[in-house]
């Protein structure tokens, strides 16, 4: 939030681009890194800042006990963001609940790790059927 309130929305970018992608996406990224820079300070600064200053401190953790089905807790293990023992303590709180970090990934882990949406699938499998959810395939 520093950067926001320095005003340097093109380190901002760059350094939330740095925590959510992986060398191979911020290469695919730089043909368009200028524009970017140029495109993206929003209309209202201090709403951004509001916004993401009330995500920063948002705590819903006494609401983990009553979730009462099965529950996929995923994340990435190298998370800079929501550090790997966030997603593991949410785990612990849910009842029934499968964690699934992924190991040299960060908070873009769903987006990049190509074995995710195999192993989404392979959960909703596994307890699609219990829950009388109609399969999608």
């Keep these: ?4 309130q320095q005003d340097a929305w093109g380190e901002f970018f760059e350094d939330s681009a740095r925590l959510f992608w992986k060398d191979a996406r911020m290469t695919l990224l730089q043909p368009f890194r200028r524009l970017l ?3 993206a300070q929003p209309q209202d600064p201090l709403r951004l800042q509001h916004i993401l200053q009330g995500l920063l401190t948002l705590d819903h953790s006494d609401l ?3 979730i009462s089905v099965p529950t996929l807790v995923t994340g990435g293990a ?5 550090d790997a023992s966030l997603q593991s303590a949410m785990a612990e709180r849910i009842a029934e609940s499968t964690l699934l970090l ?3 990934y ?3 882990h769903d987006i990049e790790h190509p ?7 392979d959960f909703a499998r596994l307890h699609g059927a219990r829950l009388r959810i109609p399969s999608i395939a």
């Design 1 to 4: 939030l520093d950067l926001l």
């Design 102 to 104: 992924q190991r040299g």
């Design 78 to 82: 190298e998370d800079q963001i929501f």
């Design 106 to 108: 960060g908070p873009g």
């Design 64 to 66: 983990l006990t009553q």
């Design 37 to 39: 820079h140029e495109t």
């Design 115 to 121: 074995a995710y949406p195999a192993r989404l699938a």
